[in-house]
Structures are given as C-alpha cells and as structure tokens.
C-alpha cells in the first residue's frame, strides 16, 4: 500500500510505527479504528445532542488516544481539548467546536478508508 495517502494528508505514520511496530499492525489498527468510528461517531453525536458530558469525554478521550497512536495529530489534540472541555463540563467550547471535531474525524475516516481500499 502507497502511504502517500496518508503523509500527504498530514498523518505522521512514524508515530504509529514507533508504536505498533511495523506496518502490517498499522494497518490493522487503522481498520480497528475505522470499525470503531462506526459506532463511536454516531455516539459521540448522541451524546452531544443529549447533553451528556460524562458519556462525551470518555468517547473523544477514547478518540484521542486511537489518534495519537496512529498519528492523527490534528484529530489528537482536537479530541484532547472536547475531552478536558467536557471533563470540565464548558458545554460553550463544545457547542462551539463539535462541528470541527466532526469535521476532522470523518476527513480522517475518509483518509484512512481511502489507503485501506474500504
């Protein structure tokens, strides 16, 4: 598979391999994460909308780490500031902010479903 999808992207499959080991696993836990955002953004909308900021900061936190292991490091830090938000209870940040969170996660999904074939 051509990574170039991926750097040119501004995902930094450097830090995924210090972590993972090797590509095969990357690209593993990339599909692990594709099949996670399936029910993990419909539940961070749900969440949102139900105003449930408990519930919220442990998805994005679960958003963040996936993030940074893989190299998203836009979607990390994204995902990092709804999750000390949230923790934080500033239901203004997140009101603000969730359409770009969105954004960013499901450019990334499309990234990712691209470099996989999916």
Do not use: Q, W
Not at 11 to 16: A, L, Q, Y
Not at 19 to 26: C, V
Not at 77 to 104: C, P, Q, R, T
């Amino acid at each position: 598979m051509d990574t170039t999808i991926l750097t040119s992207n501004g995902i930094d499959i450097n830090k995924g391999l210090d972590l993972l080991g090797d590509m095969d696993m990357y690209n593993e836990t990339l599909g692990d994460f594709l099949e996670e955002s399936e029910s993990r953004i419909p539940n961070i909308i749900n969440y949102f909308n139900a105003g449930d900021m408990p519930n919220y900061a442990v998805l994005v936190h679960a958003m963040k780490s996936d993030s940074k292991y893989l190299g998203f490091d836009k979607l990390a830090e994204m995902s990092y500031n709804h999750e000390m938000a949230s923790k934080d209870n500033n239901v203004e940040f997140v009101n603000a902010n969730i359409n770009a969170l969105l954004e960013e996660a499901n450019r990334v999904i499309n990234v990712v479903k691209e470099y996989l074939g999916r």
